[in-house]
């Protein structure tokens, strides 16, 4: 499985562009897929630099219903006729956050893009392939990125706190080992493996995604009490973990503290093979 990173907050170099988003080009022996799809086009001239034909691509999953991860969709259907997008049932509700001014701003995806015969909608949990499975809907809540409490879903005029139940993520298996991508982990990356094992309990070899324990905002690292406990969580459960976006560089570099060569961290231009 090869792994190229097309957006992310960093870079490699300068011959890539980067902006805050996430999104991930994977191919597997049976596909070509794309993890999210960042805030724009910018995965598509990235994807040029990388060698990636996105014309291939046969399979899209939009992690949740935020901007920095599907605000890339209308660019990505203007030039692939193909693939189907897979999207929580919850993706395109109204969300929303709060900014450093004070006001609260729309972060969610483009609603003209409805409908679309392309879109496959799923509830919590999907079996796609012997490949592919999708599952959402965390129940464990314990050790949350505290800045989820700046983040709402509007319903009926009012702004209530978001639960994360459109937060999808994604199982790959292939040749014997099975990954976890993530797109921000709202819901805890400590949560979403604990209900991985619900699912199968066979081992995860590796996670790829963000853990969201900086608060863009605010410009805050999540407590260090907090972001200890997480890293001595994944230190035991015998994953390598490829980190990025919201997971913030501070709160990285506390985390190789704790994990040492059990975690690294990947920029837009990185490509890593698993």
Request: hydrophobic share 35%; glycine share 8%.
């Amino acid at each position: 499985m090869i792994v190229k990173t097309l957006v992310e907050n960093t870079s490699i170099s300068e011959d890539f562009t980067c902006e805050h988003g996430l999104s991930l080009y994977i191919e597997t022996k049976k596909h070509k897929l794309l993890f999210d799809l960042g805030q724009n086009n910018l995965f598509i001239e990235n994807a040029k630099k990388l060698n990636v034909n996105l014309s291939d691509v046969d399979i899209v999953v939009i992690s949740h219903g935020h901007y920095d991860h599907g605000g890339g969709l209308e660019a990505f259907l203007n030039i692939n006729s193909k693939a189907k997008i897979y999207l929580s049932q919850r993706a395109f509700k109204d969300y929303y956050s709060y900014r450093h001014n004070g006001e609260i701003a729309y972060i969610g995806l483009n609603k003209e893009l409805l409908p679309n015969n392309r879109f496959v909608f799923v509830e919590d949990y999907l079996y796609i392939d012997e490949e592919l499975e999708l599952f959402s809907n965390i129940k464990c809540k314990e050790m949350m990125p505290l800045s989820n409490k700046n983040i709402f879903v509007k319903s009926n005029n009012s702004f209530l706190h978001d639960d994360f139940s459109h937060e999808q993520n994604l199982i790959i298996s292939e040749l014997g080992k099975r990954g976890l991508f993530v797109g921000c982990a709202h819901c805890g990356i400590v949560n979403i493996i604990k209900q991985i094992n619900e699912i199968n309990a066979e081992p995860i070899e590796f996670v790829v995604g963000g853990f969201h324990l900086y608060n863009r905002t605010a410009k805050k690292c999540e407590d260090n009490d907090l972001i200890g406990e997480i890293g001595s969580f994944l230190n035991n459960t015998g994953s390598i973990y490829f980190t990025c976006h919201c997971t913030g560089i501070q709160p990285f570099i506390k985390l190789k503290k704790i994990m040492g060569d059990k975690v690294q961290y990947i920029s837009t231009g990185s490509i890593i093979a698993l």
